[in-house]
C-alpha cells in the first residue's frame, strides 16, 4: 500500500493528475494560499461553477471541473479552522480527507493529489494534522483498489520533512 503513496515538494495546480484537492473555504468563492493559486490556475470558470455550487460545510467536499488545470477535476474541502483542539478539529479534518475519497471514488479517479489542509491560514498544527491526513489514506486505501496513486504536494520544506517523518511512523 505504501507504493501508492507519493511524497514530494511542489505546487499542486501543476500536477498531472485525475483531480486535485482544494482547502477550500465556506463559500467556495476562492481566497488566499492553495485556494487562490488554484482559482488563478483553473481561469475564472472555476469561480462560475464553484457559485452555483452556493457553499460547502466543514468537514465536507464538492467537486467542480478543472478548467486550465492538468487535472480533470478539482475536490473542493473545506478544513477547520484551528480553536485549540477542542472544538472536534481533529474529526472535521479527518473526515475532508474520508470525504475526499468518497467524492473521487464516485468520479472514477484514480490519481489524486492534496494539500496539506487547514494548516496554513487555518492554523492547524502541521504535524497532528500530517498524522490525520496519511492514517486516513491508509484506512481508505486498505478497503480500496480503485485509487492508484495518492501524492501530497508539501508547499515548502517544513512540510516535506514533516510528511516524511510522519509516513516512517505511519507506515511501519
Ligand atoms: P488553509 O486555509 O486550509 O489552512 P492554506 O492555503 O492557507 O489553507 O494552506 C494549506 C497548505 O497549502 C499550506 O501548507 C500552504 O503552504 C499550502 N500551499 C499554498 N499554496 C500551495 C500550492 N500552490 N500548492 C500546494 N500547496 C500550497
Redesign the pocket.
Known sequence: MKERIEILE?????QEVDAIVN???NSLLG????????HR?AGPQLLEETRKIGGCPTGEARTSKGYRLPAKWVIHT??P?WRGGGKNEDGLLASCYRSCFEEAKRLGVRTIAF??????????P?ERATRIALSETRDFLAGDASIEKVVF????QE?LDTYREIFAQVFR
Open positions: 511542489g505546487d499542486i495546480t501543476k482547502a477550500a473555504n481566497g488566499g494560499g492553495v485556494d487562490g493559486a488554484i490556475a473545506v478544513g479552522i494539500p496539506s489542509i487547514s494548516t496554513g491560514a487555518y492554523g492547524f502541521l504536494v508539501c508547499f515548502g512540510v
